[in-house]
């Protein structure tokens, strides 16, 4: 079996929860896929990226379907190269309170969370941690929904900066500058408007890891349309989380509260 380095890396797309919505210690993923321009289009022929995010929060439902929500979310997590494949659970309490819970055969348990304030992890290979500095600003500005939704509260600037083509489909490349003042970049397809691939660099207690998310398989959960496979390639592995179910309703604070070891951090 491959070594594997357990890293914290963040998604953040909107799928039932938030994509985050959702943060959990990940391991070292897949090279990041190229990205191939196409025929050059004009600056001037390119459309505006707010108009690009709103088009997109509304073929997900409207941004107002996925305000003031909690919910839970089931799927597998696979790390293909390793031959591993295990369950996961997100619990995401409103506004930005998480929880996931990962087990894969071999490794163990993962988790991960952010109580609000804070961000934390416990995985066998590097024990119960804490977050701090900008590992702990990323957790905190990718936790709530605006960040999935790219709400100009937390995601003030957008620039689309060209068309490009990624795995085949034709996109357009926008550059998000985040309130932190970090950048990343989304990728929205020219003909459904979804969003196909982020690049970003994620940081973690192991240093900066420049990352690509792919989004596929949109699904409709009560009236709300997420990506059901999502993957995540970094240096030459990736993961795969795929979502089997949605549950929106009342979540209960036990549900996201951290751990004892990580309660024993926390008070001492």
Known sequence: MIRLSLLRLRRSAPHATTAGRTAAPLFALAAAAALVLPAPVEAQDLPDANTLIASYVEALGGADRFQGLSSVTRGTLAIPAAGIEGQFELVQRYPDQMRMNVELPGLGEILSGFTGEVGWSVNPMMGAQLMEGPELDQMREQSGIPASLRDPSVVPGRETVEQVEFEGEACW?????????????????????????????????????PSVSIYRDYRDFEGRTTPTRMIQRVAGQEQVMVIESVEYGEVDASRVAPPAQIQA????
Do not use: H, K, N
């Not at 979804?194 to 240093?207: D, R």
């Not at 951090?265 to 001492?268: H, K, M, Q, S």
């Open 265 to 268: 951090l926390i008070g001492g």
């Open 173 to 209: 490349r926008v550059r998000l500058t985040w309130a932190s003042g970090r950048e990343s970049f989304d990728c929205y397809s020219v003909e459904t408007g979804l969003l196909v691939a982020s690049e970003a660099v994620q940081v973690t207690a192991m240093g900066d890891v």
